[in-house]
């Protein structure tokens, strides 16, 4: 178990960025792989990116690719989502998830922690 709090949310143009980061609890943080997803209104909650245990890999779905940038700092228990480029169809709740398994998914059924989410709105 880990808890987890989101922040940076807030209201950015199209074609701006934002920077969220996922703060977490406990000394065990390196032995979770971490994901982003997000939750637009009306629709399901979908994967964005996930990042290795040691930060050496990451998998973005493809409609960020190139745009979104994840990143972890162990020695601090905080992973970053870094968005450039941001669409008005970014609009969603995003959330960061864990889980302790040596796998890599992005099945949202696969992830035993989440944070309370941060509200992105990217205006057209």
């Known amino acids: 178990q880990v808890q987890l709090v989101e922040s940076g949310g807030g209201l950015v143009p199209a074609g701006g960025s934002l920077r969220l980061s996922c703060a977490a609890s406990?000394?065990?943080?390196?032995?979770?792989?971490m994901a982003w997803f997000r939750q637009a209104p009306g629709k399901e909650r979908e994967f964005v990116g996930l990042?290795?245990?040691?930060?050496?890999?990451?998998i973005y779905e493809d409609s960020v690719k190139g745009r979104f940038t994840i990143s972890r700092d162990n020695a601090k228990n905080t992973v970053d989502l870094q968005m450039n480029s941001l669409k008005p169809e970014g609009t969603a709740v995003y959330y960061c998830?864990?889980?302790?398994?040596?796998?890599?998914?992005?099945?949202?059924?696969?992830?035993?922690?989440w944070g309370q989410g941060t509200q992105v709105t990217v205006s057209s």
């Open positions: 990042i290795s245990r040691t930060g050496d890999t990451t």
């Open positions: 406990g000394r065990t943080f390196s032995s979770y792989i």
């Open positions: 998830a864990a889980h302790s398994k040596s796998y890599f998914t992005r099945d949202r059924t696969w992830y035993d922690d």
